[in-house]
């Protein structure tokens, strides 16, 4: 394949920047040495927001003699004009077929990108199954968060990174070299042998069910110490998340007991405030974006945060750079951490109506939280408000759901006893709830779609009097979908391909999505959803429990009884819970922070 | 007042005018010059873009004016330090008011790589009563326009057709009239049309907006 014969595609398709890379910050491609592609189920826009790959794609590329470069899903007037030139998915940055390197890196961010792993695969002309790919194809790795997981989809990798890969992911790439180097020649079957070897790696043609082994969750252990490039690469056009990111800390002290990444991002971790103050600065310097966002699992909970802004708004005033701080608990919002100068929408996620649902899921917020963080924001100038809530949460009645009409009406009291205006707005956005693997909820149903839809009408009846408020909930067949695909095993991975075979892509997308013909690829392939939506037997392993993550299954079930209890479980920070993370690190340190 | 001459090339071509602007001001960041923000509740950087370029055309003239006193030669050299290749500066230049490039330039000169079977046909447009081209838009996908008058000059050598078009407030998108040259039977490279040069209107005369820069700004630079 010519380039050129790429360039003209490009040049007729919507928002060609998508595919032809030349960002600032792009390290430049040789085509020589070990090449590997990182690859984003996703639009570029999407994908180049994930922290994952800029951290990946530049420590992959900083390796010598390796070279990384990305893809991203391309659009569907591009994947039919791709198709129609019969030219196979590239590469951005040399316009190389994916077909055509060492390997191929597929980071898996949620369940509803699975179909676009398949559509990738097939535009790129390599064969789904690792079975079918022989002794020269590209060796197809995954990982992301839903490695926790893996089984619908580990039938088509070769290798599944579980946990963490600024350190996993060198040493694959490394064996793979010496593996190609070695005077005895290359053979995938003895290299996948001695990747599973690799902490943190699955090899699913070599680790089937009956014959499990355990596979241990990768982590970086010195999280100050580890790589963080700030010579980011920095897009052409507008992405989702258009900014330079810093990660405060790894891990999450609150264990709500919905909330996977919570326990899968364990131990917790911190960054100093000299590193982080040090990263702020060579970003702002290197990358020239005008914001940076301080991210973690709750930004809030970062034990030095006032010190922080206190060194970083000198620097960050200075370069006109404004600082973002996304995932504020209510229970640690004060109005000094709001934005200096655009007061635009404060987000703030109460998950549930009720102090006693709040206290089921361990949402450990309370009412006078709410009210207390409220008045900070209205008093700082904040007059728009988008509250996150979860239906479907278990012991969920209908009293915890009129709980949200409740808070809705007590935001426009509180805004009126502060400012003395009436024209706050307050936008309650509701997810369904899905119990998740990896989580005290891991054994729960999930509600069926009739009961859903029952619940949001409920919910949406009862705000529709209150004025100012906006309601939006997730369509219940996508989390339907999403539900089943959490909790899969390996027989979904036919579905998939069913599914791809019917058109089914861009799932996570509401104008792409196909609910028929999900149901058909699941009919077809004989496969019952109820089994993976249905409550789960607690005393049966569970697919994805040869994979450890460090929290062990008998704190995970006494979670799950005291959420019965409606009893709260405190803080990390307020003394360890035993969850299991011990086993792997210290966790929680917080020596040398300042 | 700064105002750089830039090119666009490669992967740049297909950046649109208003992430090409977000481009160039974290071009401006990275320099680390102290470029003015507005006062305003939102404060942004003052930079102005010249007239816009269609997308998945290239340039070797565009230009950008900014509120910022330095030495051009200063701005110049730290602006290609800290921004990719394929925007490199040519040239830059002081002044203490904006030349307002955006609102002067009337017209611009493009190379569009061609074959051209029949250079008397080509060259002849520019003298035709009446050129209607093709010109569709959002709002009449199925749109023409008499171009015409906005047609300045017109050569044709061995591999390229130079046309100069109106730019500006009147303008005729050099992809659109290669297109017209396509239905002629020219065979163009649609990926290889840029934009070579800027004018302004100055006594009723077009001035290569370079000239212009010369006349209006007290101090120049050039690589």
Not at chain 1, 317 to 336: N, Q
Not at chain 2, 83 to 93: D, E, F, I, K
Request: contains cysteine; aromatic residues 10%; charged residues 25%.
């Amino acid at each position: 394949m010519a380039k050129k014969d790429y360039q003209a595609i490009w040049s007729s398709v919507d928002h060609p920047a998508r595919y032809v890379g030349g960002e600032y910050n792009c390290p430049t491609m040789t085509g020589r040495g070990t090449r590997l592609c990182f690859c984003m189920p996703d639009l570029y826009e999407v994908g180049m927001s994930n922290l994952g790959l800029r951290l990946l794609y530049h420590r992959l590329n900083d390796m010598a003699d390796v070279e990384c470069e990305r893809c991203f899903a391309p659009a569907v007037d591009c994947i039919d004009k791709l198709k129609e030139a019969n030219l196979p998915l590239p590469s951005i940055e040399t316009n190389t077929p994916l077909g055509e390197f060492d390997m191929v890196l597929f980071s898996v961010q949620y369940e509803m990108l699975y179909s676009n792993i398949l559509l990738m695969l097939d535009m790129a002309h390599i064969p789904f199954w690792a079975k079918d790919r022989g002794e020269d194809a590209p060796i197809l790795v995954a990982g992301g968060p839903c490695a926790v997981n893996p089984e619908p989809f580990a039938p088509f990798f070769d290798i599944i990174d579980v946990g963490e890969g600024e350190e996993m992911l060198p040493e694959i790439v490394s064996l793979y070299r010496r593996f190609r180097s070695r005077p005895e020649g290359w053979n995938k079957q003895e290299f996948l042998l001695a990747a599973q070897q690799i902490e943190g790696v699955y090899v699913p043609a070599l680790n089937r069910e009956g014959a499990r082994r355990k596979v241990v969750k990768r982590f970086v252990e010195d999280f100050d110490a580890c790589y963080y490039p700030t010579k980011q690469i920095v897009s052409n056009l507008e992405i989702v998340h258009d900014r330079s990111m810093v990660e405060l800390y790894r891990g999450c002290a609150n264990g709500c007991r919905f909330c996977q990444a919570g326990f899968y991002y364990r131990p917790l971790r911190y960054r100093s405030v000299g590193k982080i103050t040090e990263l702020c600065a060579k970003l702002m310097d290197e990358t020239g974006y005008d914001e940076i966002s301080l991210g973690s699992l709750s930004t809030g909970d970062y034990p030095c945060l006032k010190e922080l802004i206190a060194k970083l708004r000198p620097l960050s005033d200075k370069r006109h750079v404004s600082l973002a701080l996304p995932s504020l608990r209510l229970d640690t919002f004060e109005g000094e951490f709001s934005q200096a100068a655009k007061k635009s929408s404060l987000t703030f996620a109460p998950e549930a109506g009720t102090q006693r649902l709040r206290d089921v899921i361990n949402k450990n917020v309370t009412d006078e939280d709410i009210d207390r963080s409220l008045t900070y924001a209205f008093r700082a100038g904040y007059n728009s408000v988008k509250l996150y809530f979860m239906l479907g949460l278990p012991t969920e009645t209908d009293e915890d759901l009129m709980g949200i009409v409740e808070i809705c009406k007590r935001i426009r009291e509180l805004y009126r006893a502060e400012t003395g205006r009436k024209d706050v707005t307050v936008s309650v956005s509701c997810a369904v709830f899905i119990p998740k693997p990896l989580t005290p909820f891991q054994w729960e149903g999930q509600i069926t779609m009739d009961e859903m839809k029952r619940r949001q009408l409920l919910v949406k009846d009862a705000l529709r009097p209150v004025k100012g408020v906006t309601f939006h909930y997730h369509d219940d067949d996508v989390s339907e979908l999403e539900g089943i695909f959490a909790r899969g095993d390996q027989a979904l991975a036919p579905v998939l391909v069913r599914a791809h075979e019917l058109g089914c892509r861009f799932d996570g997308w509401t104008e792409h999505f196909r609910y028929d013909l999900w149901c058909q690829a699941l009919s077809d392939c004989g496969i019952d959803k109820r089994k993976y939506l249905d409550p789960q037997p607690l005393d049966k392993e569970l697919c994805w429990e040869f994979i450890d993550c460090g929290v062990s299954r008998r704190y995970l079930l006494s979670e799950r009884d005291k959420a019965y209890r409606a009893v709260a479980t405190t803080s990390c920070n307020k003394g360890c819970k035993g969850c299991g993370c011990q086993s792997l690190t210290k966790c929680n340190r917080k020596e040398g922070l300042q | 007042m700064i105002t750089l001459k830039y090119c666009k090339k490669d992967a740049m071509r297909y950046v649109s005018h208003i992430d090409g602007m977000r481009n160039q001001m974290r071009a401006m960041r990275r320099t680390g010059l102290d470029v003015k923000f507005s006062q305003g509740f939102n404060p942004h950087m003052l930079l102005n873009m010249g007239v816009t370029l269609p997308l998945g055309c290239g340039s070797t003239a565009e230009y950008m004016t900014m509120d910022l006193d330095c030495d051009p030669k200063v701005a110049l050299e730290l602006y290609n330090l800290k921004s990719a290749p394929t925007l490199a500066a040519s040239a830059c230049w002081l002044s203490d008011r904006s030349p307002n490039l955006a609102g002067n330039v009337v017209a611009a000169d493009y190379r569009i790589r061609a074959y051209c079977p029949d250079k008397a046909m080509v060259e002849g447009i520019v003298d035709l009563p009446s050129f209607v081209i093709d010109y569709p838009s959002k709002k009449d996908p199925h749109g023409v326009k008499d171009i015409a008058p906005l047609i300045n000059a017109i050569r044709v050598d061995d591999d390229y057709i130079t046309v100069g078009l109106a730019a500006g407030n009147t303008t005729v998108k050099p992809d659109l009239f290669a297109k017209a040259l396509v239905k002629m039977g020219v065979k163009v490279d649609m990926n290889d049309v840029v934009r070579i040069r800027q004018y302004v209107r100055q006594n009723g005369v077009l001035t290569d907006a370079d000239e212009y820069l010369d006349a209006f700004c007290k101090e120049s630079y050039r690589v």
